[in-house]
């Protein structure tokens, strides 16, 4: 199937939509809706993989709990910050955990306003991906304080409250308001999305308190005209919020280090190469996500072959602006003609961290390079293995950026040396299991696959072709309405 | 509870009681009455504070019910503790001198070696909380040492003895009395018995002990300390035959000639020493300007070493040297300088160039040289240095003699060994009373004096800790801390003190030294009335109250100083002394006092173990010091920068039979061939501080050689072992950080320190003219307004701009600041563990750097207290504004506020803020638990109130001792002035021993700071940043000998011996 013709607009405004987003005859619309919602109904089609899965991360996400509690009860020194590294595992995990949230937001929103109907079959799970990313990066910033108990004042509860305001000038304080933004949109727009489907749930259940449950999240969707006319505007506002937080978000979190004067820190490629780095990591993550999940569910027609080739192709192409970003920061190092610039990219060259640094590069800038071959594009091990890469080379990067900056910074007698304690690994390792939890909990309580623009797109298909039988698919599927296609109005 | 019925009461007894009182005596019992020893013991056992602990697992249940009731019913009776008759001032009405809150300060003095330094310590409702110098003393004038600050934290140590022992068990002093008087009487005219003291000046102890040797005739007095003055004596026995004390003028001396002696650290009048040393290095010549540069004087510095001392940073030209090779280099010097010292060959590792340049400018000193040499050199070096010193023309005028100070100056190796002798050979010890001193733990170990312990009758040790010592013998006596008692003590120079106490001992059992020794021979006394009543009789005249007053009051006895004595130099004696070649075959080692524990005598003082060491800034340990190249030969590759944890290799030095297995450290500037252990660590019986640290170097050490040996071979075990290090890093890295240069240097380009890296930059005129400056500064180097903090208003009319100035030029990176500094502001100690992990307390560091080739490196410290930014980096990024900047322009931390995010600590780019990872502030933590698990309600006795007790989690770092500043504010304000320059002095300023620190003023013009401040040397770290610091620096100068640098192809400095 060749992509390029079928993304080709032809002359007038049209949704992008290609036979290969929904391979293979036969499908219909209540076929299509009964699969997905078969994950939430019918317990008994989740394979053994997903308790083997579920245990395991129930199992580290009782290790957070445990750091936490543990963190609490004797304070910072049991990770492994200290000056003059006062920053480590702490915030590379929240900047890592942030950016992985951002595939979801670009493929709800971005690819939504720029109609990629492609993102049909993986925007439900990649925003709840952002959902739980963001949750397991909010609990960083909090718990990484000296004394996480008085975290509010960094709250503009102003004087009335505390008597006091918080310092606005703080990239900290632009980052609460950022990534609590970011947090609120993301499951807004998460849950709009999700009011259609929940009503489809309620119609299609025979169990009566979920059919309650249900039809409480529906808020009373009756999949009127009327409601989808609504639905259409409220979901293209919330995704017009969320197009600028995508850009914001990262931004304003490399804010944390290119407002600082730390030599690593102090630049103003962060932003644009913060963001890029993002949805870099976070495609890598969709992928290592969806990869499993299409094998294991037989989504195979559903996050096709050309969706994994096109998360590949977004991968390399963020990869390359990250890429570009090592290469500039090499540069700009030599160029300002500041030594302490370009005594930190020396010392990320061949001081005591230049294995990660290395392994960065490696990792982020060289191995993805693979992916300019169709062929490794449309395999699944080699992309599964190709997105591991990438998260780590993520991981890395913050972590070159945050303590290898630090721990050798302007004044060589208080060079120091960072090592990530017992608990700085706890805290990570159990974030992924908190991140598992929810990711898998999800996948049994909601359609991880967006089922009504699924339909959509079958529509799509079947209209692009002149085979559409609208009327008979109604008779059936009551419940949902299958749009009509608004963009030629 | 019946008595000891061995001895029943008779009323023979009673009666005889009786018949001695009159007056109102009032006895409870017929066994009070009796006053037998039987009845202390049943009183002392009464006290339920001082019972020994019953075993509740051998216990039965009738007998814990028992013991559970009759606890319950005492419990009681827990309120009626007698209170100590004397003296008890009902504060009814507060007393006008007494001000809760205002604290009171008392002259009185440290006694380290038995030598005085004048202190004055600060006591707020009654807490000794900080020791200051005396200004009015002559051995600190005002200033400081690490050491005599921390004498303080031993008075508070959780860890000190607080009863008196007999074989382990709790016993009292009246027991301990009894037996000491009755085996006295055995003895009759005391044979056998045996003191052994510590150097002693003490005129009121001398006068005691001899009393009590007195009336004893066959008892002896043997003294002894590690590290001692041995040499010294017998040096001045050989020149002069007499032991004599020598006095140094280093503020007259324009050449100086240091033969392995580390005066600005380990001599005694070190503090005095370092501030005449000084005024011979500033150059602070206001005049000069770049226009007009003028001719400078300096002294210049020679030092040839044995193990790199801060002394010898401070050198224009310094060797290292093996210690034996010390000698030939003084009989060469000796034998230029026209002394018949005998023939000797220039040691390798001498240039014959570096040689003859060095004596032709000793000589055209014209008097005005010293040549001096350390304690742990043998008396021949010591003799030569006096033969030396009456050659230049020194003697009378920067070298002075005197009597010596101590009050029975003895060989004291030899005295030790006459002790052990005398037992061994007919068992002629029977009491060994040992007052102080741990003579277990530091005395040569083939003396093996743990044996005499174990095998005299009757052995009693009076030490502040259950230590080595106290462990082998008999009885433990716990002894006062110099602030609990009243004694007496000479300084360097002879120069008597009162040392007067400043709290009642902590610990009821505590005695001093004279109060034991006197109670040997009477009732046991007040060490206040001892001295008293020994200086009354020294002082008989009308106005002796008065000038008893007036002693107390000042710390010091006017004109008590020794006067200048001329002694004859014996001329034959440089050519008769000579010491005896070393093996030269193996490595050459040597022992030395480690620089923040010394002896040991302070292992258990956590502010000496944590901090760093000037040269390796090393903590918690001692190593093996030897330098790269040897460490190389013997296969180990030690490293010398790196991580701030470094696993260092363990190697087991053996010599003489005798082994030690020790981690090694590479310094650079340590002769080849050599390795030097600091003495002072791995002890093993002290308190929580103590327990762990480093390694027992005294292992090493016999009567034969104390200091040196040859001979000694390594091993390497392959073992490592962590070392904790406040730093790790060696090199500027071609930054401008640390400014240096030669005096030469300075008179050609005054301004050689302002360079673009440590200046403010300036904007390109082009951008001037597009963007006139607002701020009247004609600076924009940011698109933002520059925060110019105009502190001066119509409602601020004092407003005044705090600023620091420290001459790197005189600073000798001796720690006194930073100890100082951990006084003041209650800055917790936090152990070896949270060392390695690079979360150290010390809110001033001196930052040490080495420039130049391994073997004989230039080194410099740099102490870097907050800069207190005017465009502070770390205040924007706080998002709870808890650091702020002040009227005053101090960058202020608001520890309430502080949510510890650790930005500001982060964007900080000198480094300067401490965190609280845990909660160290609990009190003194166990290096093994820390965290607070060990609150010592003691600790809490030695904070400042007048600054707040960080608690986990919160940010913090210098203030400028905001709180003196406070102080100043509030008197100044309450007299409706301005405060003045000089007024307020900072901690680190106060205890500087050489005024490197000046605090003020800068907005005023005449202040002293902002004099310094205009000097042309002046430079700011990191000035490029935009930073603009308040903490600002004078370059370091050097003036080397323009006929030595010549000759040398390494740079324009020390020679490079390779």
Request: charge should be neutral; aromatic fraction near 10%; charged fraction near 20%.
């Amino acid at each position: 199937m060749d992509i390029e013709e079928t993304t080709q607009p032809d002359g007038h405004q049209e949704d992008l939509i290609s036979d290969s987003m929904l391979p293979g005859k036969g499908h219909d619309y209540k076929n299509l809706g009964d699969r997905i919602a078969a994950l939430v109904l019918q317990q008994r089609v989740h394979p053994y993989a997903w308790l083997v899965t579920f245990g395991i991360g129930f199992l580290l996400l009782n290790v957070m709990l445990m750091s936490i509690t543990y963190l609490l009860y004797k304070g910072i020194g049991i990770f492994g910050v200290n000056v003059p590294a006062g920053w480590g595992l702490d915030i590379i995990n929240f900047v890592w955990w942030i950016g992985i949230g951002h595939a979801g937001t670009l493929i709800s929103a971005i690819l939504l306003l720029l109609k990629q109907r492609w993102r049909s079959s993986i925007n439900r799970f990649a925003e709840a991906m952002t959902l739980f990313a963001v949750a397991c990066a909010g609990i960083y910033p909090l718990l990484h304080t000296g004394r996480p108990w008085n975290a509010y004042w960094l709250l503009p509860l102003g004087p009335n409250i505390l008597g006091l305001w918080p310092q606005f000038r703080s990239p900290l304080l632009w980052d609460v308001f950022a990534v609590s933004t970011y947090a609120t949109v993301s499951a807004l727009f998460w849950y709009v999305g999700l009011i259609p489907d929940l009503a489809m749930l309620r119609d299609k259940t025979t169990s009566k308190p979920l059919k309650v449950i249900f039809g409480l999240g529906a808020l009373g969707w009756r999949g009127a005209s009327r409601h989808w006319a609504r639905y259409e505007t409220a979901y293209m506002v919330l995704a017009g919020i969320s197009a600028p937080l995508v850009l914001s978000v990262h931004t304003i979190v490399s804010f944390d280090f290119a407002v600082g004067i730390v030599p690593g820190w102090h630049t103003t490629i962060f932003p644009p190469y913060f963001v890029a780095g993002a949805v870099y990591a976070g495609f890598a993550m969709v992928l290592t996500v969806g990869i499993p999940i299409r094998a294991w569910y037989g989504l195979k027609d559903m996050i096709t072959m050309t969706h994994i080739d096109w998360m590949a192709k977004i991968m390399l192409t963020t990869g390359l602006i990250v890429f570009y970003g090592y290469i500039l920061e090499i540069f700009f190092g030599w160029y300002s003609g500041d030594k302490y610039e370009w005594a930190m990219i020396l010392n990320r060259f061949r001081g005591p961290y230049w294995l990660t640094y290395w392994a960065l590069l490696t990792c982020n800038g060289i191995i993805p390079q693979l992916l300019w071959s169709a062929k490794v594009r449309r395999n699944l091990v080699a992309v599964f293995l190709i997105s591991q890469t990438v998260s780590i080379g993520m991981w890395l990067e913050r972590f070159v950026i945050i303590p290898v900056s630090l721990h050798r910074d302007y004044i060589p007698s208080s060079w120091g040396y960072y090592t990530p304690s017992f608990w700085d690994w706890s805290m990570f390792i159990g974030t992924m299991g908190f991140f598992i939890v929810l990711m898998f909990g999800f996948m049994r309580v909601l359609p991880i696959i967006n089922m009504f623009e699924m339909k959509e797109l079958l529509f799509g298909i079947k209209h692009k072709h002149g085979n559409d039988v609208p009327d008979r698919d109604r008779t059936h599927t009551i419940e949902v309405t299958p749009p009509v296609d608004e963009h030629h109005d | 509870m019946d008595i000891n019925p061995k001895r029943p009461l008779d009323a023979r007894t009673f009666r005889a009681k009786l018949e001695g009182q009159s007056g109102k005596q009032y006895w409870r019992s017929l066994e009070e009455l009796a006053d037998t020893p039987e009845f202390r013991e049943f009183l002392f056992d009464e006290v339920p504070q001082h019972t020994r602990s019953f075993d509740i697992q051998g216990m039965d249940r009738r007998r814990f019910l028992t013991l559970a009731g009759a606890s319950l019913a005492l419990a009681g009776l827990s309120g009626c503790r007698w209170l100590p008759a004397k003296k008890v001032v009902p504060a009814a009405e507060q007393s006008e001198d007494r001000v809760i809150s205002i604290a009171n300060i008392y002259a009185t003095s440290v006694i380290e070696h038995g030598l005085a330094t004048g202190v004055w310590v600060t006591s707020n409702e009654g807490r000794p909380t900080r020791i200051e110098g005396n200004p009015e003393h002559p051995a600190s004038l005002g200033s400081n040492s690490s050491t005599v600050q921390a004498t303080l934290l031993d008075l508070y140590d959780p860890d000190r003895s607080q009863t008196v022992s007999n074989l382990g068990s709790i016993s009292n002093w009246p027991a301990f009395l009894e037996t000491m008087r009755s085996a006295l009487a055995e003895t009759k005219d005391g044979t056998g018995l045996r003191i052994l003291t510590e150097t002693v000046t003490s005129p009121t102890l001398t006068h005691q002990i001899k009393a009590l040797l007195a009336k004893y005739p066959g008892a002896k007095w043997h003294q002894y300390e590690p590290c001692g003055r041995d040499n010294v004596v017998n040096g001045a026995k050989a020149a002069f035959g007499q032991p004599v004390n020598t006095l140094y003028d280093f503020s007259k001396a324009d050449r100086i000639l240091s033969l392995d002696a580390d005066f600005l650290l380990s001599m005694p009048g070190h503090i005095r020493y370092s501030r005449d040393f000084a005024v011979k290095r500033r150059v602070r010549s206001e005049e000069i300007s770049a226009e007009q540069p003028k001719k400078l004087e300096m002294s210049r510095f020679y030092m040839v070493e044995s193990c790199p001392s801060i002394t010898g940073t401070m050198a224009d030209h310094r060797l290292p040297l093996r210690a034996s090779q010390v000698e030939a280099l003084a009989r060469a010097v000796a034998g230029a300088l026209g002394v018949d010292a005998g023939a000797a060959a220039l040691p390798a590792g001498v240039p014959q160039p570096w040689f003859d340049a060095m004596i032709a400018d000793l000589k055209t000193a014209n008097g005005a040289s010293i040549v001096l040499t350390g304690d742990h050199q043998p008396p021949a070096v010591h003799v030569l240095c006096h033969a030396i010193n009456a050659a230049l023309g020194n003697v009378g005028k920067t070298v002075n003699y005197t009597d010596p100070v101590e009050s029975q100056p003895v060989d004291q190796l030899a005295s030790l060994r006459q002790l052990v002798d005398d037992h061994k050979i007919d068992g002629a010890v029977k009491i060994l009373l040992i007052l102080g001193g741990n003579p277990v733990y530091n005395a040569p170990v083939d003396l093996e004096f743990g044996h005499l312990l174990d095998t005299t009758r009757l052995t009693a040790h009076l030490s502040m800790h259950e230590d080595e010592t106290s462990a082998r013998c008999q009885w433990h006596l716990p002894e006062a801390h110099a602030l609990e008692a009243w004694s007496d003590a000479r300084a360097y120079d002879g120069t008597l003190s009162i040392v007067q106490p400043l709290i009642a001992p902590l610990y009821e059992g505590a005695h001093s030294t004279l109060e034991l020794v006197s109670a040997l021979t009477g009732p046991m006394p007040n060490s206040y009335d001892l001295v008293y009543d020994y200086w009354t009789a020294q002082k008989p005249a009308p106005d002796f109250e008065k000038w008893w007053q007036k002693s107390l009051h000042d710390g010091v006895i006017k004109n008590s100083a020794f006067p200048t004595k001329a002694f004859p130099l014996n001329p034959a004696a440089a050519k008769a002394t000579v010491t005896p070649a070393i093996d030269d075959k193996g490595l050459e080692l040597l022992l030395l006092p480690d620089p923040t524990v010394r002896d040991g005598r302070f292992a258990n003082n956590g502010w000496m173990q944590e901090l760093p060491k000037p040269l390796t800034k090393l903590t918690w340990d001692n190593a093996a010091l030897m330098s790269q190249a040897t460490a190389e030969k013997l296969g180990l590759a030690p490293s010398i920068g790196g991580l701030t944890v470094a696993d260092e290799k363990v190697v087991e030095f053996v010599i003489g039979g005798r082994k030690l297995k020790i981690p090694v450290l590479a310094l650079p500037g340590h002769p080849d061939d050599a390795v030097t252990i600091h003495l002072g660590y791995g002890r093993t019986h002290v308190g929580k501080i103590g327990t762990g640290t480093g390694f027992n170097g005294y292992l090493l050490c016999t009567t034969a050689a104390p200091y040196f040996a040859g001979g000694m071979k390594a091993t390497n075990t392959g073992d490592t072992y962590p070392l904790a290090h406040t730093r790790s890093h060696h090199s500027m890295e071609g930054r401008d950080i640390l400014m240096e240069g030669t005096l030469a240097e300075f008179l050609l380009h005054p301004e050689f320190a302002k360079t673009e890296a440590t200046t403010t930059p300036e904007i390109p005129v082009d951008d001037k003219q597009i963007e006139p400056a607002e701020s009247g500064k004609g600076k924009r180097l940011s698109l933002y307004d520059a925060q110019d903090h105009e502190y001066k208003t119509d409602e601020n009319a004092f407003a005044y701009s705090w600023g620091l100035s420290i001459d790197n030029n005189v600073c000798i990176g001796c720690n006194a600041c930073v100890t100082a500094c951990q006084n003041e502001n209650n800055i917790p100690i936090v152990g070896k563990d949270q060392v390695q992990r690079g979360r150290e307390m010390h809110w001033i560091r001196i930052d040490r750097y080495y420039r130049g080739p391994i073997s004989n490196p230039h080194t410099f410290f740099e102490p870097v207290t907050c800069m207190h930014c005017e465009n502070a980096p770390c205040e924007p990024v706080c998002p709870v504004a808890a650091t702020v900047h002040s009227m005053e322009g101090l960058n202020q931390m608001v520890y309430n506020r502080c949510v510890g995010t650790r930005y500001c600590s982060n964007n900080c780019p000198y480094k300067v803020r401490r965190f609280n990872f845990y909660k160290y502030t609990a009190g003194q933590p166990d290096p093994d638990k820390l965290n607070g698990n060990n609150d010592s309600l003691v600790l809490q006795l030695l904070s400042n109130p007048d600054v707040t007790v960080r608690g986990r989690g919160v940010m913090e770092k210098c203030s400028y001792c905001v709180q003196r500043i406070n102080h100043a504010r509030t008197t100044a304000k309450k007299e409706g002035r301005a405060i003045k320059d000089g007024e307020v002095v900072t901690a680190c300023q106060q205890s500087c021993p050489t005024q490197a620190i000046v605090f003020g003023d800068i907005a005023d013009k005449t202040t002293l700071v902002s004099k310094l401040k205009a000097l042309p040397t002046d430079y700011t770290m990191l000035g490029e940043l935009n930073t603009r610091p308040r903490t600002s620096y004078l370059a370091r100068l050097r003036n080397p000998n323009p006929n030595i640098e010549a000759d040398v192809k390494n740079g324009p400095d020390t020679p490079v011996v390779e």
